[in-house]
C-alpha cells in the first residue's frame, strides 16, 4: 500500500508534497525510487514537508529542517545544525 499511496500522491503536479515516514516503510529499491522521485518534485519548484526520524534522509532532502519535541519547537534553521542539535540532545538524554 505504501507504495501505491506513493506512486499516486507523486504522480500529480502539486505545490506542496507532505511525506510522513514514507521512507520508513519497503525495501532498498522502493527507497532510493522514493527519495530520487522526491529529489526531482524538489527541482521542480515543489516545496516538501518531509517528516523523519532518519537524521540522514532529513540532511539529504532538506536545506531547512523543523525539531519539535512533544510538541514544543526545538530547533529550526538549516538541516545540518538542527540535526547536530537534536543529537547532541539526544546523546545528553534531554529529549
Known sequence: IAR?????ATEVQADI?????????GDFMFQQKCHRRMEEMLSNGTTLLFVSHDINQVQQLCQRSIWLDHGVLRG??????VCADYVRAMEAGET
Open 4 to 8: 501505491l499511496g506513493f506512486s499516486i
Open 17 to 25: 508534497l507532505v511525506c510522513d515516514e514514507v521512507l520508513a516503510v
Open 76 to 81: 529550526d534553521g538549516p538541516s545540518r545544525e
